[in-house]
């Protein structure tokens, strides 16, 4: 599924890689003199490297024309190429292998990147050295072991000094799902890194060529017999291997020691960036938000907490004019109202154009309306189907303990497919609501909350308006496809704002006449901000507050209430003059959408069209 704009490079980058390994199997087994354990070598090199190790090859190693080879793969480049992807074959086998084995298994990014470096060492030496290239050194295998041991050890340390940091940084990037083996992105990222370990390793190999120390290229010779005879044309040898080459030890000594400090480098610098201790499982699939800060102290469950919803989760998307907040009919069994609630993740229109992925409840943003009278004895069936654990809190409301909410504190969180029962007889009225209390910072940011209305049972108690209104808002960090939850942190900051889960233009248009009364029930089922909302042609009068009636004397008129996460006001406006009165947060930014104004205004703005 394409998630991020940069998969249709991963899924491109990785067929070519393909077709490119097929072409040049076919090429190198059906035309080219090469000998069989550099064929083998480009082949894994070209799957591993993609359309540049398809240019290494048609640039290097593969037959312009019949007879040409021996004389086109003389030039020391050449011969370079083919000694260094000789290495890169071996190591990068037993680095990918160690890679994607580690992960799975569950350890630790620093010790993937050592176990990765011995892997890719052993493979390099045991197997692409000494055993594939044993007709070529002669002499026994243990033998091979001793005389390559020191040229593996200078090209495999290049390799991974250029591999590991390009590992690193992109595997803990903002992009985590490169961390796990089943992601295409993970393959793409290991690609990358064989690419940086090719150019790093290649100068250190030009330079053992050219010192006599690594085989490069080679042609067989067409009449060439097998057995003890040695495959490689004589006169090809001595042409690429001058045997004027002295190596003395001050230059064996000094290039080890340059690319131990390269190799200590690139495996040691990236811990000063990234968390090097955290395991891929714990972040599998990741995606971060921009602009969050990840330190070498950014624990993974500070990433999993701030990523975005998991697009791959979706279980349903909702036709782009469906709306929140939907009164949700109780059953009755014994006098009991039974309510079923059930968290899942959807995709749901906060625009005509702008989707966003939401942790809802019933499928709706805000989740369904409960209403309540006063000494209900009601039951809610909460069910989970999110990812991860929830719990659901009555938030104002005095119940049994057990049935509050806040996970670890009062119950064990519901897990994944899980279901709870809260039950309770309802002891007070007023605007009240439901949300998460499992990682509200981010469950309940993602949409994971609802109204819950309470009348009185004297009716009478309640002050009246002609109309009613509940308004619940939202704030939301939506970009590039990915939805992640909204909090005051560096790269947590929302771009979009909403009224009962839509922004301006696509929030409700409330009618009503000159001389008529609405009540907006206001919650703060917002979660960072105060939003200080404003209502334009007069001031509404404050009658509630958390629920709770102000007598009349306590009441107060006013034409901005600052509506703080949690909060609740309820406020009575008479429409006095005709035309369109918004009621609106009048922190600019939150009336914007993604900072675009859209017919006047955004976000957190509402239209009240009073007629004459
Ligand atoms: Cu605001």
Redesign the pocket.
């Known amino acids: 599924m394409i998630l991020q704009p940069i998969d249709f490079v991963v899924y491109a980058w990785l067929l070519v890689a393909v077709l490119s390994a097929v072409y040049v199997a076919y090429d190198q087994f059906r035309n080219n003199p090469e000998a069989p354990v550099m064929k083998w070598g480009f082949v894994l090199v070209t799957l591993y490297m993609g359309p540049i190790g398809f240019l290494l090859y048609v640039m290097a190693d593969k037959e312009p024309a019949p007879d040409t080879h021996a004389e086109f793969v003389k030039p020391l480049w050449k011969q370079g190429v083919g000694s260094t992807v000789h290495c890169v074959a071996g190591d990068a086998t037993g680095i990918i292998f160690a890679a994607a084995v580690t992960a799975l298994l569950g350890f630790p990014m620093w010790v993937d990147i050592i176990v990765e470096y011995i892997f890719g060492f052993l493979v390099g030496l045991l197997v692409f050295q000494s055993l594939f290239m044993r007709d070529m050194l002669g002499g026994s295998y243990g033998e091979n072991v001793r005389r390559t041991f020191l040229p593996e050890l200078l090209s495999m340390n290049m390799m991974m000094a250029g591999m590991a940091p390009v590992m690193i940084f992109l595997m803990m990037g903002r992009d985590m799902r490169a961390m796990w083996p089943s992601e295409p992105l993970f393959w793409f990222v290991m690609s990358l890194g064989v690419v940086a370990g090719f150019l790093v390793a290649y100068p250190v190999n030009v330079w053992l060529v050219a010192k006599a120390m690594k085989h490069g290229l080679m042609t067989v010779e067409k009449n060439a017999t097998h057995g003890s005879h040695d495959h490689r044309s004589e006169k090809q040898h001595s042409s690429a291997t001058p045997r004027h080459a002295i190596v003395t030890r001050p230059q064996l000594v000094a290039l080890t020691l340059f690319t131990l400090f390269m190799l200590i480098g690139g495996m040691f610098v990236p811990a000063a960036f990234v968390n090097l201790g955290v395991r891929a499982e714990e972040v599998r699939g990741v995606i971060m938000p921009p602009g969050m800060l990840m330190t070498p102290e950014t624990p993974p469950d500070a990433m999993r907490d701030m990523a975005a919803a998991d697009r791959r989760l979706v279980s349903y998307t909702a036709p782009a004019s469906a709306k929140g907040d939907r009164v949700l009919a109780p059953r009755i069994e014994n006098g009991i109202k039974v309510f079923d609630l059930d968290a899942s993740v959807i995709r749901w229109n906060i625009l005509p154009r702008t989707q966003v992925t939401a942790y809802a409840i019933n499928r709706q943003v805000p989740g369904p309306r409960l209403e309540f009278v006063e000494g209900d004895h009601v039951r809610i069936n909460f069910t989970n189907h999110l990812p991860e654990p929830a719990t659901m809190h009555w938030h104002g409301l005095v119940v049994p303990n057990r049935m509050d909410g806040p996970a670890y504190i009062t119950q064990d969180p519901v897990p994944p497919g899980g279901r709870y029962t809260y039950e309770y007889v309802v002891q007070q009225a007023g605007t009240y609501f439901y949300h998460s209390h499992t990682r509200p910072d981010r469950q309940q940011a993602l949409g994971l909350y609802g109204a819950l209305i309470i009348r009185p049972r004297d009716s009478a108690a309640e002050p009246k308006a002609n109309y009613e209104y509940v308004v619940q808002l939202q704030e939301w960090l939506n970009r590039d496809g990915q939805t992640y939850p909204a909090m005051l942190m560096e790269g947590g900051l929302p771009n979009f704002?909403t009224i009962n889960g839509k922004a301006w233009p696509a929030t409700d248009t409330l009618r009503m006449k000159v001389g008529e009364t609405i009540k907006l029930r206001i919650i703060g089922t917002n979660n960072n901000?105060i939003?200080?909302m404003h209502m334009h042609g007069g001031p509404f009068t404050v009658v509630a507050r958390d629920g709770v009636p102000l007598n009349p004397a306590a009441r107060f008129e006013a034409d901005v209430i600052n509506v703080g996460p949690g909060q609740r006001w309820d406020v009575i406006w008479p429409a006095r003059e005709p035309g369109k009165w918004i009621f609106h947060?009048?922190?600019p930014h939150?009336t914007l959408n993604n900072n675009v104004e859209e017919r006047g205004a955004g976000g957190?703005t509402l239209l009240i069209d009073v007629a004459p």
């Open positions: 704002f901000f939003h200080p947060c009048h922190i939150h957190l």
